[in-house]
């Protein structure tokens, strides 16, 4: 009997059993409603040496991982591009060759940095939402920007889709990859293979993308 546990099972109406491991090394298997638990764990004994690898990979990433320091030379993420944190006596933040912080605002530089961030966010998530709305011909209520930690993109039943602003970090495919993936949503409520179609049509390397944010995800903080 393996050691590993699971974190969270759950159950739907798809065919296969999936396993997945979460940004913070947990362990969650979605499986068939009709699936037996004894199905399950044999299948998980055999994907051992896999689930293992992923979850000390991740383990390692997290311990890597430390929040940021405003001060000069930190690293800042925009569109998937770092730019180094500048302290100057101006204004308003500001990209150039550096992420250009005003010395005033330092006391609250999160709340400032976080404020900015939004802003860029709704811009450029709502540029991309509307080129692929329209091209698809399917029509969302409002745009949301929120500040949620793992839940980068999600779709309401009122046709509400809402973005993280750390969605701002990662490279302009990667946005592309989660307002394609909510707006497909608008139409196709849950996972199925006819909703997997749909985005390999508009993005044939979505996997790519899902993965990505995968092996990244947990690193869009500051």
């Given at each position: 009997?393996?050691?590993?546990?699971?974190?969270?099972?759950?159950?739907?109406?798809?065919?296969?059993?999936?396993?997945?491991?979460?940004?913070?090394?947990?362990?969650?298997?979605?499986?068939?409603?009709?699936?037996?638990?004894?199905?399950?764990?044999?299948?998980?004994?055999?994907?051992?040496?896999?689930?293992?690898?992923?979850?000390n990979l991740v383990s390692r990433r997290n311990i890597?991982?430390?929040?940021?320091?405003?001060?000069?030379?930190?690293?800042?993420?925009?569109?998937?591009?770092?730019?180094?944190?500048?302290?100057?006596?101006?204004?308003?933040?500001?990209?150039?060759?550096?992420?250009?912080?005003?010395?005033?605002?330092?006391?609250?530089?999160?709340?400032?940095?976080?404020?900015?961030?939004?802003?860029?966010?709704?811009?450029?998530?709502?540029?991309?939402?509307?080129?692929?709305?329209?091209?698809?011909?399917?029509?969302?209520?409002?745009?949301?920007?929120?500040?949620?930690?793992?839940?980068?993109?999600?779709?309401?039943?009122?046709?509400?889709?809402?973005?993280?602003?750390?969605?701002?970090?990662?490279?302009?495919?990667?946005?592309?990859?989660?307002?394609?993936?909510?707006?497909?949503?608008?139409?196709?409520?849950?996972?199925?293979?006819?909703?997997?179609?749909?985005?390999?049509?508009?993005?044939p390397n979505y996997m790519k993308h899902k993965n990505?944010?995968?092996?990244?995800?947990?690193?869009?903080?500051?």
């Amino acid at each position: 009997m393996t050691e590993i546990s699971i974190d969270n099972l759950l159950r739907s109406k798809r065919r296969t059993i999936g396993f997945e491991i979460t940004n913070d090394a947990k362990l969650v298997v979605r499986a068939p409603i009709y699936v037996s638990l004894g199905e399950i764990n044999n299948l998980l004994i055999k994907k051992a040496n896999w689930i293992l690898e992923k979850m000390n990979l991740v383990s390692r990433r997290n311990i890597q991982y430390s929040p940021k320091q405003f001060i000069n030379g930190e690293s800042f993420y925009y569109l998937g591009k770092p730019y180094r944190f500048k302290v100057m006596d101006s204004d308003k933040i500001s990209l150039t060759d550096y992420l250009e912080f005003p010395k005033a605002l330092l006391p609250y530089a999160e709340k400032h940095i976080v404020q900015w961030y939004k802003a860029l966010a709704y811009k450029k998530i709502k540029e991309r939402v509307d080129y692929y709305s329209q091209l698809i011909g399917l029509k969302y209520t409002s745009i949301k920007i929120s500040d949620a930690t793992k839940r980068l993109g999600s779709c309401s039943s009122k046709g509400s889709l809402n973005f993280s602003w750390r969605l701002i970090m990662t490279p302009l495919e990667i946005i592309d990859y989660v307002v394609v993936h909510e707006l497909i949503h608008l139409e196709e409520k849950n996972h199925s293979s006819k909703f997997w179609s749909k985005v390999r049509i508009l993005l044939p390397n979505y996997m790519k993308h899902k993965n990505w944010l995968k092996e990244n995800g947990n690193l869009l903080n500051i």
